[in-house]
């Protein structure tokens, strides 16, 4: 079955605890993007990678890192999470470098205290 | 300005009736349009694609983009009860670059 899965699905953490949240599909997508959804605050971007060793920043990425050494891999990494980072995370997957239908995995919800 | 805005809603139709959801962004060398919808703790689900203007149907739902305007559309007919969702707008603001999401619509098909 072609999907993105992400781990883990829920989390809580403390202020400062480094944490990384893995995101894979297998779909051979070269695009993978992640996103944070806060209430009234829509989906909004943190960083996209059109291919392996390619990201760049989206439209919030400070606080996060992200790494793409394999194509179906895209973990996203706090390195000291604070409480504005709690949210609800989504990766997601599109064919090509960009422009096309995105694929997204089930969320992980995070809860940084 | 936000790049991409939408009505909050809540927006609240009869079943059957004709659902209209709005966007528009600002951004004029967009490539790519996109209706998402989600249901509450869900993940976003594609319902359409645009990529030219004009109206794209695809069995009860017709997009539409109007580039010179800067405004896409959703239209929902014979809406039903488990059309009951937030549908969010996106668009490829930069071709093979970031997405920008609207902030969503939630829509409520009462019986």
């Known amino acids: 079955e072609a999907q993105v899965t992400q781990n883990p699905r829920y989390l809580i953490t403390v202020t400062g605890k480094k944490l990384t949240v893995t995101c894979s599909q297998n779909?051979?997508?070269?695009?993978m993007s992640w996103y944070r959804q806060d209430p009234g605050l829509g989906l909004r971007q943190i960083y996209y990678s059109m291919n392996v060793e390619v990201t760049d920043k989206g439209d919030v990425p400070e606080g996060y890192k992200v790494s793409r050494k394999e194509k179906r891999n895209f973990p996203l990494i706090l390195e000291s999470p604070s409480p504005n980072q709690t949210s609800l995370y989504f990766c997601?997957?599109?064919?090509?470098?960009?422009?096309?239908?995105?694929?997204f995995g089930p969320g992980t919800r995070l809860t940084v205290l | 300005q936000k790049e991409v805005e939408q009505n909050s809603g809540p927006l609240s139709v009869p079943e059957g009736a004709i659902a209209s959801l709005n966007c528009t962004y600002s951004?004029?060398?967009?490539?790519?349009f996109f209706w998402y919808r989600q249901y509450s703790g869900k993940s976003p689900e594609l319902i359409m694609s645009i990529y030219s203007n004009g109206d794209k149907e695809d069995g009860r739902f017709t997009a539409q983009l109007n580039k010179a305007s800067q405004y896409v559309s959703l239209l929902i007919r014979d809406s039903q009860p488990s059309d009951s969702a937030t549908y969010l707008c996106a668009v490829n603001i930069r071709y093979g670059q970031n997405f920008v999401f609207g902030p969503g619509t939630r829509l409520s098909v009462l019986p």
């Open positions: 951004d004029r060398g967009s490539q790519s």
């Open positions: 997601a997957s599109s064919r090509g470098t960009g422009g096309n239908e995105q694929f």
């Open positions: 779909m051979n997508h070269e695009y």
